[in-house]
């Protein structure tokens, strides 16, 4: 959630309650030909979880930059 208003979840309670800097929510893609819109077919599963992974990644490399950065400032 970077800046955007939450869904209305945990996430939300987290922001307002506690000084966690990001809070973030990983979503399975929808599947719009289906009413079990977030349950997704086997044969995505690697795609997907790779291309996951690789958010996780550079949300991860965001982070250790920022934190670098903040405890050179201080």
């Known amino acids: 959630m970077l800046g955007l208003p939450a869904t209305g979840g ?10 966690t800097k990001y809070v973030y929510v990983l979503e399975l893609p929808p599947d719009m030909s289906s009413w079990f819109a977030f349950q997704i077919r086997p044969h995505w599963l690697i795609h997907i979880g790779k291309e996951t992974w690789m958010a996780i990644q550079v949300i991860m490399d965001q982070v250790i930059q920022e934190t670098i950065l903040q405890k050179q400032h201080n």
Do not use: E, G, V
């Open 10 to 19: 945990a996430t939300d309670w987290i922001k307002k309650n506690t000084p």
